[in-house]
């Protein structure tokens, strides 16, 4: 199928609307754009360089977790949450109440991604796992009675209110399977000669017109991407996610899907999928830079440390997975009174390594902010 006689699928009556059913995307795909071959070159080109970064980044893993988090982030607030990256490095009891129903999505989020990603050493990429994976997202959160880990046995819809509104209606729930079991094919099929990008590209737009599950599909589908990425070993760590992207140019996000099912335009959704991957990539060869000059200019700092420095160190290194922390929490961690937790913390804040964001006397909170500040937005 070229991309330039692609038809996307049809409209289909139901009892009172009509749902929309695309087209299987299993088969061999080419396309005549010269435009899709150079972005397909870079996007390949900037991937190879990120996943390079994660064999040079002593202990990569300490930082995976932070892109981990900034991904969770993003991909919910795109859903509507209002957590902040300074908030999502928090635990519960440290948020006001009416901030942690928000924040309790954003950490179901990180615990999915992990454990997918754990899962991926076991079992190829697969609606199995992407059914696992939606169960914990929706574990204990809005939508935890939407049958979570199941795809969806009713209709759902897009925008709007109900049926009768909404902006787009995808396909009828007894396509759903079949849908899916086709996408499943697609990842795996040997037999066509599909570059790995232009497949998950495709899959990407696949998934989040089939809507299989009655909630997450966005925050899953965007997921998606990352899982497809290190299943095929195009990326050796989970280094990229598109949703800050996504998020920052939500609107012609959406507008490229909806071209896709309203106009048949899969090279335009291509082209600005590529360009996601691109940027993506690029940004985050400079984060991992940053972050190498800024252990660097710890591992400095810490030396003057004197009999504190081995603490020192291995509270910088557990703050590089998750940098907010309590007096409490340093004294378990270190093994350490919770005096002498209290005076490391208190020399890191008098060093510009830490400061305290509570203003409390008590149950204060330090966060290790030059590092968070390489992960704003």
Partial sequence: MKFEEFKAGEWVQQYQYKSFLPVAINREWSWEDPITNTLLERASRALAELDAFTLIVPDVDLFIQMHITKEANNSSRIEGTQTQMDEAVLDAEQLAPEKRDDWGEVRNYVQAINEAIVELDNLPLSNRLLKHTHAILMQGVRGENKTPGEFRLTQNWIGGSSLKDAAFIPPHQNKVSELMSDLELFWHNENINVPELIRIALSHYQ??????????????????????LVNKKLL????????????????????????????????????????????????????????????????????????RAENAQSLINYLYSRPAITANQTATILDLSHQSAS???????????????????????????????????
């Avoid at 990229?240 to 335009?265: I, K, P, W």
């Avoid at 291509?270 to 252990?295: P, W």
């Avoid at 030059?370 to 992960?375: A, P, Q, T, V």
């Fill in 207 to 228: 998934f989040e017109t089939i809507h299989p599950f009655l909630d997450g599909n966005g925050r899953i589908g965007r997921l998606l991407i990352t899982l497809y």
């Fill in 236 to 307: 050796r760590k989970p280094s990229l996610y598109l949703s800050h992207f996504f998020e920052r140019n939500r609107g012609s996000y959406y507008d490229a899907l909806t071209r896709v099912r309203e106009s048949n335009d899969l090279i335009h959704w291509v082209r600005f999928f590529l360009s996601a991957i691109i940027e993506t990539a690029n940004n985050g060869k400079e984060t991992f830079q940053r972050i190498l000059e800024l252990r660097q200019q710890m591992d400095t700092q810490i030396i003057g440390y004197g009999k």
């Fill in 343 to 377: 005076g490391l913390l208190k020399k890191m804040v008098e060093d510009g390594i830490l400061i305290e964001i509570t203003g409390y006397q008590r149950n204060r909170v330090y966060m290790f902010k030059r590092y968070l500040d390489l992960f704003a937005d």
